[in-house]
């Protein structure tokens, strides 16, 4: 579990704590990181939807969420990401469709999102997309 007194180290800019075996949800006190870039959580055994509680975090460049048991929405604060160029969140339980706020952030970011081999985007309408897991 990772502690929630994490929003202490409030200079920190990047979270790697990938290959951790880390259980349970985000605490909701790390989107207080507010000068967080990079942010790698990459197989563990976390749970819960990160993209809420990291949602307040304006100046991530690279979010790592794969190969976790999170789940839920993609809400339409992430469009409010104007930095991030890469977000991977394969082989986690993500549901519904992309918010077409995900539009304000990119190309990078759907191309990395395109990429993973457990998740496929499919085209909806011209500026929608529909996430699914296969």
Known sequence: MIPKEISELTALQALVMNDNTIEGPLPETIGSLRNLTDLDLEDNFLEGNPLLTLSSLKKLRSLRLSFNSFDGSVPSSIGGWNELQEMWM??????????TEIGLIGNQLCRSLLRPVLKIILPFETSHFVLMSI
């Open 90 to 99: 394969a082989g986690n339980f993500f549901r519904g469709e992309l918010p």
